[in-house]
């Protein structure tokens, strides 16, 4: 890769912690945050999700909004990621900063509150644009100054990574300096629902790779990375490099994958190649991993076409559950910090290997060499997305 | 980028637009013209497409027509709201049943990346996949990332690029109750001259097949773009001749440019200002009151520049001012909604 | 003559509407003609929606969805599984 791109702050919010360190915490102690619906209004009480504890009236605080706010939960959860990665940037001139925000599920949030409401009643109406994605994108923009490139990605699942993969190109190309990439996904009964009608939802606590796994569970989170090209990072401490990046797509199904897992195998096979990598250069392998019986064996199955050896891997949707256009960016954090602490974090609630594969997880935190991380993200659409992280030598 | 091939849907036919036959309508939202879809599309397939997949499907099929492409290296969208009558169906179905017996259909229908997912599954097409969804930058986002794929040694060589957007029964109408739509008495081909807030609506679909080389099928080029989330008057007439000089031109040899009003008094005044400024001594062209505003009508703008490179000539009713113009070679498209996501775009004959 | 009970050109009528088969009359569909596959041509996702069907109208709860696939072989065998287990 000509021009590096290094990684040189991080912010995360999710449900196993509010920001860098939490999240770590969680992740060394084994600690998930898979828990009820207490803040989400849904009938299914009786389903696992990874539900942040705050209110959206604590996060606006936590912000100083103004009382007639328009942000949605995601843009909420957003700002806050954002702070704390543009903070551990030090980043300064937030006008020139681009950003590419990943975001699937929008304002829907809102929109399934006041829906039967607008006609009716003024008060909730200036939520009436927050339904899309861009538009949680542009509070999150508006809040911080960020003015001028400004985009969202919306391909379900690989949002984020597809935001990391953009941002690692336009700085490539030297058309920006500095940008911030990652993604940000709210629960919703929207989303609860169409996973549950799709009958992928599990009712117990998800099992990746598990041969007994019964599906996904959701989750909420925001992360975000900032991305700089080598002169820009200069003096600041890098927490790795974005060295490799693939995106392809499966053409099989309009939701499940293929069985050999085509759109996988040939994302996996780009990231390499961009990073000029062989299979067995990769220490670590997040996966996408969201215990449905689909995902599990064709990304498996894939796995096995790239690597003669298996590498370590695990899934951390067990900790965190599937936050959507999120996960490729919290996933991302997760893998820096794998190559920061050089420890590889756990597949929660793993007891035997599927029959056809028999690939094992990583069960119990582990410390070890890390040179390079993959990074797998894989959506509804056949989107497919791998990103490779490496140590800062 | 070489336009190889490309196609639109929108309000007005491409007959009526150059024999100066265009509709007028009388609501603030109308629908697009209608299209035998079954032409293009199996009845399986069909059957559960949402229009925004069905109008993005067709021009996109179209285009690679015309190119004389199967299968593109790469697939990128731009769409603000996606699939939305399909949201608006599982959202009223989650409401009506309380959460119970959903039928997942219109949940898979519904996420913004459905298009992009379709078109590639109907061709087969295993390479790079983007959607975008920035509000009314979602097309020029995917614009950009076209050029850059260009630039990166992928082996790219063609990549289809389109934008779409549908109106929904309920959903679209909120847009009466924030503002975003205008009161009162409608005639959409007058609605630039109006003194009110708020303007008109309508749905639509433009894809091009862009090429990395000229061919013989070349008729066209989209040289250039930039997007902006927020920029004051001044600093869009500094960016402006920034982006011209760029590309090796000068305000006086721009020949036109395409412009974004429509008709809503609060953010008019960022096209007005270039009109009596910067662009006085340029032809300018609006189209909004035509084919309406929506998200991604600008993939529907470069269309039209495209179509008037190719055709050289020049739709009469579209003109915003009245200098003649013999034979256009280059034409800016400049947009904003809301006063928000700015974007510059550049198209070149060859 | 074929068997032809009520519960059959339901069960036709259903599918048209539920799976948006806009062309298609109840006199086209065969008792015994596979759904999936090779005749009628339904997919993964309409299996998925025929078993939120039979919740609905029948009050038959199907929680494995690999299950579908056998009852939803042909009209005759969805009747025959309805009429067994309906309780509605």
């Known amino acids: ?393 | 980028m070489y336009i190889n091939g490309m196609a639109s849907i929108a309000a007005q036919t491409e007959e009526d637009l150059f024999a100066e036959n265009l509709q007028s309508f009388s609501e603030n939202i109308f629908p697009a013209t209608s299209v035998n879809y079954k032409e293009y599309i199996k009845p399986m397939m069909l059957r559960r497409m949402s229009k925004t997949i069905k109008m993005g499907l067709v021009t996109a099929k179209r285009a690679l027509n015309e190119a004389g492409v199967d299968v593109p290296d790469s697939i990128i969208v731009g769409t603000g709201e996606g699939c939305k009558q399909d949201t608006e169906k599982f959202l009223e179905n989650i409401l009506d049943e309380n959460e119970s017996f959903l039928t997942p259909t219109a949940f898979i229908q519904s996420t913004h990346n459905t298009v992009g997912g379709q078109i590639a599954l109907d061709l087969k097409c295993t390479g790079y996949n983007m959607t975008y969804t920035q509000n009314s930058a979602s097309f020029e986002s995917a614009l950009i990332d076209a050029k850059l794929q260009f630039t990166e040694e992928m082996g790219t060589r063609c990549v289809l690029v389109g934008g779409v957007d549908e109106i929904a029964r309920i959903s679209t109408p909120f847009y009466n109750l924030d503002g975003q739509l205008k009161a009162g008495e409608i005639n959409t081909a007058k609605i630039l001259q109006s003194s009110s807030e708020g303007t008109i609506t309508s749905e639509g679909a433009a894809f091009f097949l862009l090429s990395e080389i000229r061919t013989q099928d070349s008729f066209a080029e989209i040289s250039d773009c930039m997007i902006y989330r927020n920029i004051s008057e001044e600093k869009l007439q500094e960016e402006i001749s920034w982006f011209l000089k760029k590309n090796d031109l000068k305000i006086d040899e721009l020949d036109v440019v395409i412009l974004g009003n429509n008709g809503d008094t609060r953010y008019d005044h960022y096209y007005q200002q270039l009109q009596e400024d910067l662009f006085k001594n340029t032809l300018q062209l609006g189209y909004k009151n035509w084919v309406g505003d929506y998200n991604t009508v600008t993939a529907y703008a470069c269309w039209l520049g495209a179509e008037i490179l190719k055709r050289k000539e020049i739709p009469q009713q579209l003109k915003l001012n009245n200098l003649p113009l013999k034979q256009p070679t280059s034409i800016l498209v400049y947009n904003q909604y809301l006063g928000k996501n700015h974007s510059l775009t550049l198209l070149r004959s060859l | 003559m074929p068997i032809m009970t009520d519960l059959h050109t339901e069960l036709k009528a259903s599918i048209i509407e539920q799976l948006n088969l806009e062309d298609m009359e109840v006199s086209d569909i065969e008792n015994d003609e596979p759904l999936f596959g090779d005749g009628l041509g339904l997919d993964s996702i309409d299996a998925l929606e025929l078993i939120v069907l039979l919740e609905k109208d029948y009050g038959i709860k199907l929680t494995d969805p690999k299950k579908g696939r056998e009852i939803f072989e042909s009209i005759n065998k969805m009747a025959d599984f309805i009429e067994a287990n309906r309780t509605k």
Request: net charge negative; with cysteine.
């Open chain 1, 1 to 393: 890769m000509s021009r590096s791109v290094a990684v040189t702050g991080m912010g995360i919010f999710s449900a196993i912690g509010k920001n860098l360190e939490e999240n770590h915490r969680s992740l060394i102690h084994g600690k998930h945050g898979l828990s009820y619906p207490e803040i989400l209004e849904t009938v299914h009480q009786n389903l696992p999700i990874g539900e942040i504890k705050s209110t959206n009236s604590d996060l606006a605080d936590a912000l100083n909004l103004d009382k007639n706010h328009a942000f949605t939960r995601a843009a909420l959860l957003g700002t806050i990621a954002l702070k704390e990665a543009l903070q551990n940037a030090k980043i300064e001139d937030f006008i020139n900063i681009g950003f590419v925000n990943g975001n699937s599920v929008g304002g829907m949030d809102m929109t399934e509150r006041f829906y039967r409401e607008y006609e009716s009643n003024p008060a909730n109406r200036r939520f009436i644009q927050a339904q899309h994605p861009g538009f949680t994108t542009e509070q999150i923009a508006g809040y911080f100054g960020i003015d001028n490139y400004v985009t969202t990605i919306s391909t379900a699942c690989s949002s984020a990574a597809n935001a990391v993969m953009l941002g690692a190109r336009l700085i490539q190309s030297g058309r920006l300096d500095q940008v911030i990439v990652g993604g940000t996904d709210c629960l919703s009964r929207f989303t609860l629902n169409g996973f549950n009608s799709l009958m992928i939802y599990s009712e117990d606590f998800p099992k990746p790779f598990d041969s007994e796994r019964k599906g996904l569970n959701l989750g909420e989170a925001a992360a975000y990375l900032v991305l700089e090209s080598a002169d820009f990072a200069k003096n600041k401490e890098v927490l790795g490099y974005v060295s490799g990046y693939g995106n392809a797509n499966d053409a099989f199904h309009q939701t499940a994958s293929s069985e050999n897992g085509e759109g996988a195998y040939l994302a996996m096979q780009k990231a390499l190649e961009t990073a000029n990598l062989n299979p067995h250069h990769i220490d670590y392998i997040n996966a996408h991993g969201t215990a449905t019986q689909n995902n599990d064996l064709s990304e498996s199955r894939a796995l096995i076409r790239i690597f003669k050896e298996m590498p370590a891997f695990s899934s951390t949707k067990s900790f965190t559950g599937h936050t959507l256009a999120a996960a490729g960016a919290i996933e991302a954090v997760f893998s820096l910090l794998a190559i920061k602490h050089q420890q590889i974090y756990p597949n929660l609630n793993f007891n035997s290997a599927i029959s056809d594969t028999r690939l094992r997880p990583v069960t119990e935190l582990k410390s070890t060499k890390i040179q390079h991380v993959l990074s797998n993200s894989f959506g509804f659409g056949g989107n497919c997305t791998s990103l490779i992280f490496s140590k800062d030598e």
